[in-house]
């Protein structure tokens, strides 16, 4: 066939939507870049931020980390890093590691701490903003 390699074993239907053997790379690979163009802005926002808190005293820092527009920028930050953070160590572990056993229980590590820091983080946040 045109254009086909002789070991290509991709279906003529995997071939037309660009899709390998992992079935996700392209996906994984647009949402690892939308993720940092995204993080750019949110990465500004939160220096501003930062850059505010400092000098305050804790009930004036704990005013502005409260406000609403403040927690949704921190809320979108610490969504917005988490799911970057676990996309790209997921790519780290498929690519390097070789050991399939290893390779599941690294995978699997992966998730649970970036889900146990995304929600201990948006906790936090959560926290301060409700006074709870």
Known sequence: ???????DMRTAARR??????????????????????????????????????LGRSHAAVVQILGSPVVAIIMLLFILNSAYHMWIGMQEII???LHDDKFKFL??????????????????AILKLSFGV
């Open 1 to 7: 066939m045109i254009g086909q390699q002789p070991n």
């Open 16 to 53: 037309v939507r660009g899709l390998g053997a992992a079935r996700s790379g392209t996906r994984d690979f647009w949402h690892q870049r939308v993720t940092s163009v995204a993080g750019i802005p949110l990465t500004i926002a939160l220096i501003v931020i930062v850059i505010a808190l």
């Open 94 to 96: 498929l690519d390097y």
């Open 106 to 123: 690294s995978l699997m590590a992966n998730t649970f701490f970036v889900i146990a820091v995304g929600l201990a983080c948006a906790f």
